[in-house]
Nanobody, 116 residues
Framework: QAQLVESGGGLVQPGGSLRLSCAVSEIIFSTSTMAWYRQAPGNQREWIATISPARTRNYADSVKGRFTISRDNANRMVFLQMNSLKPEDTAVYYC??????????WGQGTQVTVSS
């Protein structure tokens, strides 16, 4: 059964850091390039980072240089280290395979709020 469980969000001040984690079921993780997405209130869900099984990484311009995606293939985990957080990073963060559609299985997401 496809399943994704995100965790690690919270309230942080501007300039702070958070590390998000995502546990992924085998049916999704196995040979997939994985991605982190986020959705701010009133906005569509957007892609922000991807990592291939060989750990090739790509980032959206909005997070490049501040966020780092990583994966643990043995334990089917995906991580997002977020540094130098800004108020505009406030959103619900999700992980999924790359190019996931809205009608694919999604987790509940984890809320990140950047505010002083």
């Amino acid at each position: 059964q496809a399943q994704l469980v995100e965790s690690g969000g919270g309230l942080v001040q501007p300039g702070g850091s958070l590390r998000l984690s995502c546990a992924v079921s085998e049916i999704i993780f196995s040979t997939s390039t994985m991605a982190w997405y986020r959705q701010a209130p009133g906005n569509q869900r957007e892609w922000i980072a991807t990592i291939s099984p060989a750990r090739t990484r790509n980032y959206a311009d909005s997070v490049k240089g501040r966020f780092t995606i990583s994966r643990d293939n043995a334990n089917r985990m995906v991580f997002l280290q977020m540094n130098s957080l800004k108020p505009e990073d406030t959103a619900v963060y999700y992980c999924n395979k790359v190019l996931a559609r809205e009608d694919d299985v999604w987790g509940q997401g984890t809320q990140v709020t950047v505010s002083s």
